[in-house]
């Protein structure tokens, strides 16, 4: 903290010195005809978007779904992680302007891609989960250019906690010694500003 209280205090006295070398850069002497005129140059800086969004969103470095067991039955057998993302940090938001975050999965390109668990070593063994919000999968809402909605956050301190869901009947009479072992996916996320009343 101490280095860069120096340092801006150091680049502030720079500043000021050449500021006043520029005013004093030039003599009009009455006396010498071609030194009675002189020009000097006007510069200024507008600073771009003085008020624009500052932001800080939190997301989970890992999600661990743990052991997965194959069902012995046929049928719907769901496992439930949730994932939880924060909003650390907003200012200069617009009224009525909001942060959303979006998410879809690393490989996907368009909304019909699905969330995805790769196994670590045996690439053609896949596992797809899904994340949900109020029991309803992102994934039946808007696609955007940079996944799903996950949330819109309005101020600092907010949270918001889906769940990821993976149906283990894919596993259902699976050979283990060829799907058994770890798995792994990712998620991308994208923030952006937007009108809180956008669809």
């Known amino acids: 903290m101490k280095k860069k209280v120096v340092a801006g205090f150091m680049a502030a006295t720079m500043m000021v010195s050449v500021m006043t070398t520029g005013v004093f850069a030039k003599d009009l002497d009455p006396t010498d005809e071609t030194q009675r005129s002189g020009d000097t140059t006007v510069t200024a800086t507008v600073e771009e978007n003085p ?12 999600v ?8 012995e039955t046929e049928g719907d057998a769901y496992s439930y992680k949730d994932i939880t993302v924060e909003c650390v940090k907003a200012e200069n938001l617009e009224a009525g302007t909001g942060i959303a975050v979006l998410v879809k999965d690393a490989t996907a390109t ?38 799903f909605l996950f949330n819109v956050f309005m101020k600092a301190g ?42």
């Not at 995805?116 to 797809?128: E, F, V």
């Not at 259902?172 to 994208?190: E, I, M, Q, R």
């Open 51 to 62: 008020n624009k969004a500052d932001y800080i969103i939190r997301i989970p470095e890992t």
């Open 64 to 71: 661990d779904f743990g052991k997965i067991k194959q069902p």
């Open 110 to 147: 368009g909304n019909t891609d699905p969330f995805l668990l790769t196994h670590n070593t045996n690439k053609d063994c896949a596992l797809t989960y899904e994340i949900m919000y109020n029991d309803a999968s992102i994934q039946n809402g808007t696609w955007y250019d940079n996944g």
């Open 158 to 199: 907010q949270s918001a906690t889906d769940q990821l869901r993976l149906n283990r009947n894919q596993l259902y009479n699976k050979d283990l010694s060829t799907w058994g072992g770890a798995y792994t996916g990712t998620l991308n996320f994208y923030t952006r500003v937007r009108n809180v009343s956008a669809q």
